[in-house]
Nanobody, 124 residues
Framework: QVQLVESGGGLVQAGGSLRLSCAAS????????AGWFRRAPGKDREFVAG????????YYADSVKGRFIISRDNAKNTVYLQMNSLKPEDTAVYYC?????????????????WGQGTQVTVSS
């Protein structure tokens, strides 16, 4: 059974950068769209970015557009989220997810495999 493992979270000052990775084991991310979501304290989970299986299609939430970059390396079975110009309001647990085969979009309902999350904390 496929498992997704996120890494790269941590504590960073406002204006700094982090790069999150999401590696698949026991299965594949190839041929599947993937996404990053986040949940801030006291808030609902929200979509951050999504990428199609080929990398040719990409979505971003308006709140991160121009600052975050999603990418994938299918040879490494890994999806990345480069986060630049971080703000305190980016503080959250970040989750990667694999979409159901043939689907791609912003809705969490399209994703059926989730990682355990990695904490990102941005200090002011």
């Amino acid at each position: 059974q496929v498992q997704l493992v996120e890494s790269g979270g941590g504590l960073v000052q406002a204006g700094g950068s982090l790069r999150l990775s999401c590696a698949a084991s026991g299965g594949t991310l190839n041929s599947y769209s993937a996404g990053w979501f986040r949940r801030a304290p006291g808030k609902d989970r929200e979509f951050v970015a999504g990428i199609s299986w080929s990398g040719g299609g990409i979505y971003y939430a308006d709140s991160v557009k121009g600052r975050f970059i999603i990418s994938r390396d299918n040879a490494k079975n890994t999806v990345y989220l480069q986060m630049n110009s971080l703000k305190p309001e980016d503080t959250a647990v970040y989750y990667c997810a694999r979409a159901r085969i043939g689907t791609f979009g912003r809705s969490s309902g399209l994703y059926d495999v989730w990682g355990q999350g990695t904490q990102v904390t941005v200090s002011s």
